[in-house]
Nanobody, 126 residues
Framework: QVQLVESGGGLVQAGDSLRLSCVAS????????MGWFRQAPGNEREFVAA????????YYADTVKGRFTVSRDNAKNTVYLQMNKLKTEDTAVYYC???????????????????WGQGTQVTVSS
């Protein structure tokens, strides 16, 4: 079983930055990839960014590319999401997730992931 705990959310103004953290516990050898998703009120959960656990591959949604950066610290079992130049449309609950097995294709879909955190709220005001 894998457990995930997100932190770092908050209320900021447009143009500000936040760094989200996700600490994972469990069998690290099963962490094929870790991803970030978000869900705004009235919307479905959408992909934000992902990173491979042992490789050096990163993936980003077009809406955040160039503004967000995903990184990891394997020794701390932690994945980060650095969010810069935040926009009001970035307001959402942000979730981290673990893909525990190797699957075909990029880790950008909800169905790719096996474990989820409880989420952390990010609110961006104008």
């Amino acid at each position: 079983q894998v457990q995930l705990v997100e932190s770092g959310g908050g209320l900021v103004q447009a143009g500000d930055s936040l760094r989200l953290s996700c600490v994972a516990s469990g069998r690290t050898f099963s962490y094929n990839a870790m991803g970030w998703f978000r869900q705004a009120p009235g919307n479905e959960r959408e992909f934000v960014a992902a990173i491979s656990w042992r490789g050096d591959s990163t993936y980003y949604a077009d809406t955040v590319k160039g503004r967000f950066t995903v990184s990891r610290d394997n020794a701390k079992n932690t994945v980060y999401l650095q969010m810069n130049k935040l926009k009001t449309e970035d307001t959402a609950v942000y979730y981290c997730a673990v893909r525990a097995t190797v699957r075909l294709g990029a880790p950008t879909g909800i169905a790719q992931y096996d474990y989820w955190g409880q989420g952390t709220q990010v609110t961006v005001s104008s």
